[in-house]
């Protein structure tokens, strides 16, 4: 998505200074910058992508048109999540597929021009001495256990609880696994039998399956395969209210 070229790293060193020129890129993105990045991510636009050049900079954009992409592509339609949740979850979200999407660009650049274990090794080790992008942007920086060591276990033990804390978040009312949801369940009620019978894919058209994840619009009720609409369980975990591609063009066109 890079508006100008950028000289293609083949080295260990030029690939690790292209990941440290994205790398600030998308921090400023997600700290000085914050107010122009939250603003640039419209829920009504679509899917949008957030970009880390080798310059430093960063840019919002939509995805390359290209299949397959030149490089590996950033996480897809973080705008969408913008307004389902709390501002700092929702960079902190931003943040770690960030993190991903830099490792991703770095070894792809170190595959194909053919690194070897010695070279991707070293290119992890000087990877790994910075701090990730989440870490920066949450401010929870782990030191190495050789530094730990000298600070009081107390400290140290409610770091970690504090990180813990935040796995188990309970799922949204978007989640859905099974068919639509069933209120006041008794057996015998035909009607209710067939709604689940009759559900339907509004991408696909495809009926429901018990082995799949669905998710219901807000905005329409339309219940979606998750693969239909690019969303997986875990990122539907962070969505407070969701809105199907239709629903998201219909609002962007009004």
């Given at each position: 998505m890079e508006g100008t070229p950028h000289p293609i790293p083949r080295t260990v060193?030029?690939?690790?200074?292209?990941?440290?020129g994205r790398r600030s890129g998308l921090i400023k993105a997600l700290t000085?910058?914050?107010?122009?990045?939250?603003?640039?991510?419209?829920?009504?636009?679509?899917?949008?992508?957030?970009?880390?050049?080798?310059?430093?900079?960063?840019?919002?954009?939509?995805?390359?048109?290209?299949?397959?992409?030149?490089?590996p592509e950033p996480a897809l339609g973080i705008n969408f999540a913008r307004d389902g949740m709390q501002e700092k979850d929702w960079l902190s979200l931003v943040a770690v597929h960030?993190?991903?999407?830099?490792?991703?660009?770095?070894f792809y650049f170190g595959a194909r021009f053919g690194f070897?274990?010695?070279e991707r090794k070293r290119l992890f080790q000087m990877i790994n001495e910075l701090p990730t992008i989440f870490e920066a942007v949450s401010g929870n920086v782990k030191q190495p256990k050789d530094q730990t060591a000298t600070h009081?276990?107390?400290?140290?033990?409610?770091?970690?609880?504090?990180?813990?804390?935040?796995?188990?978040?309970?799922?949204?009312?978007?989640?859905?696994v099974s068919?639509?949801?069933?209120?006041?369940?008794?057996?015998?009620?035909?009607?209710?039998?067939?709604?689940?019978?009759?559900?339907?894919?509004?991408?696909?058209g495809e009926s429901y399956g018990t082995d799949e994840f669905w998710i219901c619009c807000d905005m329409c009720e339309k219940w979606f395969h998750g693969k239909c609409?690019?969303?997986?369980?875990a990122k539907a975990e962070h969505i407070k209210q969701y809105k199907c591609p239709s629903c998201s063009g219909k609002r962007a066109r009004v």
């Open positions: 060193e030029e690939v690790f200074s292209d990941f440290k000085s910058d914050v107010e122009k990045f939250y603003q640039q991510c419209d829920p009504d636009k679509e899917n949008l992508c957030l970009y880390g050049l080798p310059n430093e900079t960063w840019e919002v954009n939509l995805p390359v048109e290209e299949v397959p992409p030149e490089l960030s993190d991903s999407w830099l490792l991703a660009v770095a070897g274990k010695n009081n276990n107390s400290g140290k033990s409610k770091s970690s609880g504090k990180m813990q804390s935040r796995q188990p978040e309970p799922q949204t009312k978007a989640i859905k068919a639509p949801p069933k209120e006041d369940y008794e057996s015998g009620e035909e009607e209710e039998e067939d709604d689940e019978q009759g559900a339907t894919c509004g991408a696909c609409v690019k969303i997986t369980p």
